[in-house]
């Protein structure tokens, strides 16, 4: 079982849309959750950082973490075309060292 | 100011040969991380750098496979005797101080081609 599952997708949605994307991890010392965005071509971009659980908002970007469940969500409001990229989660805890876990990526497509 | 940098974007080569992938990081930036990335797969650690030290060794999937950093800034991460499997996209970040919460910033990546 992989440390971090994420649906790879695609995901095609009008403009304007709600979009949720997410995580499912299984180690349970994880306390470091993020969410980066991939353009083609390029490297990742930090976009969420969340510490433990709760939400939290950032413009039309919130993150939630569910530590009980073991489950984090990026929702995007208002979708726009410029949000079409790839999102990739992530994961740490100080207890493996330096290791960052990346989900294998999200393909979100806006549709003008 | 400037992001991380990665050299060559592009590297094709034949199967056997000895690549080098150089990554420039932010300047200042005390920890460095190499990853690969391949279809499907997601972001695969390769090996941290704190300073001009590599204390996480563990995600270089061969003995082929090695890095180092000197100066506390420029890495070299080298592949010999390259193989089709290589083949992928390899990503250096960097991280103003590293530890577990700590934002990286990512490098364009080189996209390695393996014939």
């Known amino acids: 079982q992989k440390e971090v599952e994420q649906d790879p997708g695609p995901l095609s949605v009008p403009e304007g849309a709600i979009v949720s994307l997410n995580c499912t991890y299984s180690n349970s010392a994880f306390q470091y959750f993020m969410w980066y965005r991939q353009y083609s071509r390029k490297g990742p971009e930090l976009l969420m950082y969340t510490y433990s659980s709760g939400n939290k908002e950032d413009g039309r970007f919130t993150a939630q973490v569910d530590k009980s469940s073991k489950y984090i969500s990026l929702f995007i409001r208002d979708s726009q075309p410029s949000d079409s990229a790839t999102y990739l989660c992530?994961?740490?805890?100080?207890?493996?060292?330096?290791?960052?876990?990346f989900g294998t990526g999200t393909s979100l497509t806006v549709i003008p | 100011g400037a992001g991380v940098s990665q050299s060559p974007s592009n590297k094709v080569t034949e199967k056997g040969k000895d690549v080098e992938l150089r990554c420039d990081p932010i300047?200042?930036?005390?920890?460095l991380y190499w990853y690969r990335q391949s279809l499907g797969q997601g972001l695969e650690f390769l090996i941290y750098?704190?300073?001009?030290?590599?204390?996480?060794k563990s995600g270089l999937p061969s003995d082929r496979f090695s890095a180092e950093r000197t100066g506390g800034s420029v890495s070299t991460l080298t592949i010999q005797r390259t193989q089709q499997e290589d083949s992928a996209v390899y990503l250096c970040?960097?991280?103003?101080?590293?530890?577990?919460?700590?934002?990286?910033?990512f490098g364009p990546g080189t996209r390695l081609t393996v014939l």
């Open positions: 992530a994961m740490s805890t100080s207890n493996t060292g330096n290791q960052f876990y």
């Open positions: 970040a960097s991280s103003l101080l590293g530890g577990a919460g700590s934002e990286q910033f």
């Open positions: 300047s200042g930036h005390t920890a």
């Open positions: 750098f704190q300073g001009n030290s590599a204390p996480d």
